[in-house]
């Protein structure tokens, strides 16, 4: 008999129900206990919607992020935390998590937050020093556990190894001195498991796929000999990627099992079953936990009954990775038209399909015929559909060549053109794009969608809210002006509705991070863009200024990786496609009189593969979907990016190869760590590196804008300087933002004097 079984569920609830109770608690609405309560509501349900799965996880649920659950567990947070003394654990909790939002009022920074491996997930990144101790105080695990009737259930925690590495050390330690400490924690938790009966431990290891070090696998090595002593059988947990130079190793480690990425690492298989000693399980992560398709049951069957009669009862089945990364239900999503839902499998539905798998390997396949003919359906309809193939965007991208990625003439050319065009003084100020995105522009966008405004009424009201937004940064005195965005609500979701080939969801919530939940569109097929995006916004913002505006759009890339995208075809043809549509939108802008345009490629760096020797691939796709978007305008056109991450050293050559005449980059919010690579690479053309972080609410100070400036301008010469915020404005205040800039205004103009005083021949 083949074991089915699950490695985590989403915790935010299908109505998003611990988003609703986190915020109502953090603004004092309700008490500690009803937020609690709420969350044991969520847990319950989710046990009952894996009800029919062997084995079922208990402690994937989280309050606020996994890992510092685990910090928790083990007694580890930041020593910056252990103040103020007279808070509940929970409130302690959420202080690291968030900071000062907390409802102590008191002042810390939150806990550093980076993304978890190559999802969109969000984790709190432990600390730790040479001093970092441990402790084990698994009552919250266990008080989970004691919510289930305790059979079929497999705790989940994350493995020692990978918790230190996804940990920083802030005095320079190395990581693995903590790990012997760490170990006996870990006992402890292994005896407490062990005398509430569980049998089965699922132990999350997934650094297992990435490049490791001799020293890290040494770690590994020893953590898990040392576990062996304890009679509880290890599920060790891998996910993401493939096992790649690590399969052998992973396989001889002394656990009772193994599980592996299957959607992502299927050519592992023949190795796997060749080195895993033949008294372990093999846990095989069929179904695509990271994407909302249905998968092609009987092309799985096919591969999967010869490997079940092989390896028999030694196997088990589970979807790829926790689906915590993928929206609940299907069911909820009642507006989606059915021939498009008719594709998609969420995380309940993936559970199904991991049923229906289990029934046919354990009975047959004709035990669950029904359900295979409906399946074998659906999957031909996608394949099939009209909706899917769009004759006319296969032959553009058959038709692209090298030189439409190509500007006409270098830089240095370009610059003088541009020069003559917009006449902008030295370090010319901006901002990234969106203003705030007021409650009544919210109110706008569901009038329209519930029909109270016409769509004439709509149009109207947003014109009204672009003029009032020229109007602030003329007041202001910006040199470079935007439209403000408020048509989006979301800088994906918003390009997402406008092209052929994708499709919006309603409800299908996954969260980012603690209370915060992002609702990717699905690219199901070839993209094109009907008609014109952005254009009329930029055209009428313009009308109403002297100053440059920016046209303003997402890049091919950020579309790309902020989607569920199809998986019926490479990555990198959808990109092109993406580019293709935009680089329509691009034209047009400049066809409207568009000066200056910005592509903004926010999360570039997060597609990066988990694997180094994977990048050069990703990297050259990439690139050039942005320069097929970016480079088909004239000389005197303008062209920005924009990026939100100040890590760049390892990439910094792509991104001058993007060969945008302005990058505007985050470098405020992460400490000026940014201009480090500046001091070796010479950046060939223009940079705004933030002078002030938009996150914070306070109003930045003059003398530490110029202080940034001056610093930047240490290693870029000044004339190439721009000054901007962080990132866009949406989630500020007016109230804050206009002191924000005029400050951010004035700090430039003592910059001017400063810097240009005695070249006034420059410029
Ligand atoms: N133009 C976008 C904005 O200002 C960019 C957002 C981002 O970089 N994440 O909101
Ligand atoms: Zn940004």
Redesign the pocket.
């Known amino acids: 008999m083949v074991t089915t079984h699950n490695l985590g569920f989403p915790r935010i609830g299908d109505r998003r129900q611990l988003k609703t109770a986190l915020e109502a608690y953090w603004q004092n609405q309700i008490e500690a206990g009803q937020l609690q309560e709420t969350a044991r509501l969520i847990r319950a349900h989710n046990l009952q919607l894996q009800a029919g799965l062997d084995w079922v996880p208990v402690g994937d649920f989280s309050l606020y992020d996994h890992v510092l659950d685990t910090s928790r567990m083990f007694g580890h947070y930041p020593a910056r935390f252990e103040s103020p003394k007279d808070i509940s654990d929970l409130d302690r909790y959420f202080l690291i998590a968030r900071g000062r939002g907390s409802r102590d009022g008191a002042t810390e920074a939150p806990a550093e937050m980076t993304k978890w491996f190559d999802t969109n997930y969000h984790y709190l990144v432990p600390e730790w020093t040479r001093e970092s101790s441990f402790r084990c105080d698994p009552a919250p695990l266990l008080e989970q556990i004691g919510e289930t009737d305790g059979s079929g259930i497999k705790p989940v925690i994350l493995g020692p190894v990978s918790f230190l590495k996804l940990g920083k050390s802030v005095d320079g330690c190395n990581p693995l001195v903590l790990l012997d400490r760490l170990l006996n924690a870990y006992d402890s938790l292994f005896a407490s498991l062990i005398e509430a009966g569980i049998e089965w431990l699922q132990i999350d290891e997934p650094i297992l796929v990435t490049d490791l070090t001799q020293e890290w696998r040494h770690a590994l090595h020893m953590s898990y000999h040392r576990f062996q002593r304890h009679p509880l059988k290890l599920l060790l947990t891998t996910y993401f990627a493939p096992l790649g130079d690590n399969l052998r190793f992973a396989c001889e480690l002394p656990v009772a099992g193994l599980h592996v990425d299957l959607s992502r690492g299927r050519d592992e298989l023949a190795s796997l079953i060749d080195w895993l000693p033949a008294h372990k399980i093999l846990s095989l992560g069929v179904l695509d936990g990271r994407n909302v398709w249905k998968s092609d049951l009987n092309a799985l069957l096919d591969w999967l009954e010869p490997v079940h009669e092989r390896l028999a009862e030694r196997i088990w089945i589970a979807p790829s990775c926790s689906l915590l990364h993928l929206p609940v239900d299907l069911r909820r999503e009642t507006a989606l038209d059915p021939e498009l839902s008719n594709w998609l499998s969420f995380a309940v539905q993936k559970l199904g399909e991991l049923q229906i798998l289990a029934k046919a390997l354990n009975q047959g396949r004709p035990a669950v015929a029904e359900a295979l003919n409906e399946n074998a359906r659906a999957i031909r309809s996608r394949r099939e559909s009209t909706r899917i193939h769009n004759a006319r965007v296969q032959q553009r991208l058959e038709r692209i060549t090298p030189d439409m990625g190509q500007r006409s003439a270098s830089y240095a050319v370009r610059r003088l053109q541009q020069q003559q065009t917009l006449h902008l003084p030295p370090l010319p100020t901006t901002?990234?794009?969106?203003f705030p995105q007021t409650g009544d522009i919210r109110r706008l966008r569901r009038g329209l969608r519930e029909g109270s405004l016409t769509p004439g009424e709509y149009r109207e009201r947003l014109r009204q809210e672009i003029a009032d937004t020229i109007r602030q940064q003329e007041a202001i005195g910006l040199d470079v002006l935007?439209h403000g965005?408020p048509e989006?609500n979301d800088?994906v979701e918003y390009f997402a509705e406008h092209l052929q080939g994708y499709a919006v969801t309603r409800h299908a919530w996954v969260q980012s991070y603690g209370s915060r939940c992002v609702k990717p569109p699905i690219l199901f097929g070839d993209v094109e863009r009907p008609t014109r995006i952005t254009v009329e916004w930029t055209r009428y913002a313009q009308s109403l200024t002297e100053r440059p505006v920016k046209g303003?759009l997402?890049g091919p890339v950020?579309l790309l990786n902020w989607s569920f995208v199809r998986d019926d075809q490479p990555l990198a043809s959808t990109a092109m496609q993406l580019a293709l549509a935009l680089r329509d939108e691009v034209l047009d802008l400049e066809a409207a009189g568009a000066r200056i345009i910005?592509i903004?490629e926010?999360?570039l760096r997060e597609g990066l593969p988990l694997r180094r020797a994977n990048w050069q691939e990703y990297l050259e796709w990439a690139l050039k979907a942005f320069r097929l978007t970016a480079n088909g305008v004239a000389e005197q056109t303008q062209i920005h990016t924009?990026?939100?991450y100040s890590r760049f050293n390892d990439i910094i050559e792509t991104i001058s190869a993007m060969d945008a005449d302005v990058i505007t980059l985050e470098n405020a919010r992460s400490a000026d760590s940014l201009l480090d690579v500046f001091d070796s690479f010479d950046y060939p053309s223009e940079i705004g590196p933030g002078v002030y972080d938009i996150h914070s609410t306070n109003i930045p100070d003059i003398n530490q804008m110029c202080e940034r400036i001056r610093a930047a301008a240490r290693r870029i010469p000044a004339e190439r300087l721009w000054i901007n915020p962080d990132?866009?404005?949406?989630t500020r205040q007016w109230q804050e933002v206009i002191p924000a800039l005029q400050n951010m205004q004035q700090a430039a103009q003592l910059m001017r004097k400063e810097l240009f005083a005695q070249r006034p021949d420059q410029d």
């Open positions: 901002t990234i794009g969106s935007v965005e989006r800088m303003m997402s950020t910005q903004d926010a999360a924009h990026m939100c990132c866009g404005l949406k």
